[in-house]
């Protein structure tokens, strides 16, 4: 060790330290907070998308700067997401000169609101720039979010009962099972993970509902004359196909297969078939393939499609729904008591129904106590499929393993709503209306575009979450003499060295801090 330390001081390539005097204030207060300056990562993305240029570009009379409130609303979504209100004290805590009113954050939501289809265009214009975007194949999954408050939106209605306006936050199928009023949102995706759109919808709406009006809005925001879909099955109804093959779109959804009603007995024929399947070598994965013409309903006029069709069978699959099977049977055998099927039938709504029959000997009322019994051919007949999954295509032309690809890749779809419900905390959402919650939901898209294109520019070696704590990490304590000594996490310290940032460095003045993460990247590591 020592041989070497010589060898390298003869060569020149051990670093001269440096020294510096730095006086404390020994009366200065306590409770002087350390100031967050991960930030300016994500401030280094807002101009590479180029949003402060084309919010200047925007004529306004305001008296607040809105590509500055933007960025408070964007940074502090994912540093430490909050209320509008808690966003406004908390900009104490950044580095920098953030002096922005709470009247101002509330008064560029109205604007923001009026600039959403123009952003929209913007960031797909930057973000197709920056990372060559294909739009023709694009991912859509529906997911809804809730609101602190029990009141839904009502809907107006004139004098003569026309509907003049639907409310926007209405109860509908939440997916975290919850009761409070909620609103839906349609997203689109790119091949690279990154969101390209998204609009919102009316809670009581379903997600098949929302599939065409997504599209065709999503088509003439950015121009595009044909776009294939990847969605799953709940997208997969006739008559959104019928309007895609009036509108010369693609698709690729799953399809039911499952059930002795509403799933197709030509296809549960073919999956039953012991012939064509083509296994791997540890027979743990199965696939078939072929292709059909289907009327699109029975009037004579129903539109013809032809379709590939891939069935898949997995036998981890398999075995995590039967083991699944096995829990429900479990469970319904205890329901073969008369009485415990009536208690549980008494839920909700139900609780007010009262379960009686009429004699038809005597004419009296009597409780009514059903003989219960499991259904085995029932049982055997879900038990043939499990395991399997069914792809269906319009682009006949695409092979098995590209289709399989492009539907692993709408789980990154799921990822980003997992991402805006728990990183971005978007919900419950606080704003009330309906110009502020568009407002907030393209701030937490925005947001949202910001950690996606961060994870693209490292190659996704690091996760939102750790993305978001690493930026949280880096803080600045103020000392005198213009100085600053930092705080990193490990993550922050490589995410750095994942952008191709050179900063490691425990002190520094207040001119070098302020240009953190505005030096040229270098090659951003792959390795």
């Not at 696939?287 to 029975?298: F, P």
């Not at 099977?325 to 909700?348: C, D, H, M, V, W």
């Not at 038990?383 to 789980?411: C, H, I, P, R, W």
Request: net charge positive; glycine share 4%.
């Amino acid at each position: 060790m020592l041989e070497r330390l010589k060898r390298e001081a003869k060569e020149g390539l051990l670093t001269e330290p440096q020294f510096f005097q730095v006086s404390y204030d020994l009366l200065a207060p306590m409770n002087e907070v350390d100031q967050s300056y991960g930030w300016m990562v994500l401030d280094n993305l807002f101009e590479e998308l180029k949003l402060t240029e084309f919010l200047k570009t925007v004529k306004s009379k305001s008296e607040y700067d809105l590509a500055q409130v933007l960025k408070l609303l964007v940074f502090q979504r994912v540093l430490n997401p909050d209320s509008k209100l808690s966003t406004y004290a908390s900009q104490v805590n950044l580095f920098g000169h953030w002096e922005i009113s709470l009247n101002a954050i509330y008064r560029s939501l109205d604007k923001l609101d009026t600039l959403k289809e123009k952003l929209l265009l913007h960031l797909h214009k930057e973000v197709s720039r920056m990372t060559k975007r294909e739009a023709r194949l694009v991912f859509y999954d529906v997911t809804n979010y809730y609101f602190e408050t029990d009141i839904p939106d009502e809907t107006v209605v004139s004098v003569d009962g026309e509907i003049l306006k639907e409310g926007l936050r209405r109860r509908g199928p939440s997916k975290e099972h919850r009761p409070k009023p909620i609103v839906q949102l349609g997203l689109f995706m790119d091949t690279n993970g990154i969101p390209i759109s998204y609009k919102l919808f009316r809670g009581n709406q379903t997600d098949p509902i929302t599939y065409l009006p997504a599209v065709e809005e999503v088509k003439k925001q950015f121009g595009i004359e044909r776009i294939v879909v990847v969605a799953d099955k709940a997208m997969n109804s006739s008559y959104n196909i019928s309007k895609m093959i009036h509108q010369k779109d693609g698709w690729l959804f799953s399809q039911k297969h499952r059930g002795r009603r509403g799933a197709s007995k030509e296809l549960q024929t073919q999956i039953l078939n012991p012939n064509d399947w083509q296994f791997n070598k540890e027979l743990t994965f199965a696939k078939k393939s072929y292709l059909r013409e289907r009327k699109l309903g029975t009037k004579k006029d129903s539109p013809l499609v032809k379709e590939k069709v891939l069935i898949t069978w997995s036998k981890k699959y398999a075995d995590r729904e039967r083991i699944r099977r096995e829990g429900a049977l479990e469970y319904a055998s205890q329901l073969t008591n008369a009485e415990l099927f009536r208690q549980t039938s008494k839920k909700g709504g139900k609780k007010y129904l009262d379960l009686h029959y009429l004699d038809e000997k005597t004419g009296e009322l009597k409780p009514f106590s059903p003989l219960v019994t499991i259904d085995h051919e029932q049982v055997d007949f879900d038990a043939q499929f499990d395991g399997v999954n069914v792809l269906v295509t319009s682009e006949v032309g695409m092979t098995d393993e590209e289709m399989l690809e492009a539907y692993k890749e709408l789980a990154k779809i799921e990822d980003c709503f997992r991402i805006t419900k728990t990183e971005l905390e978007s919900r419950p959402v606080y704003v009330w209306t309906e110009n502020h919650i568009q407002a907030h939901f393209l701030t937490c898209f925005i947001a949202l575009i910001h950690l996606r294109l961060l994870q693209h520019q490292i190659n996704w070696k690091m996760s939102p979450r750790r993305i978001a704590n690493a930026l949280n990490s880096a803080k600045a304590t103020r000392l005198q003499d213009n100085y600053y000594r930092l705080q990193e996490s490990p993550d922050m310290q490589l995410l750095n060295r994942l952008l191709g940032m050179e900063w490691n460095k425990g002190f520094v003045k207040f001119e070098e801090l302020k240009n953190y993460a505005k030096a040229p990247y270098t090659t951003p590591k792959r390795d």
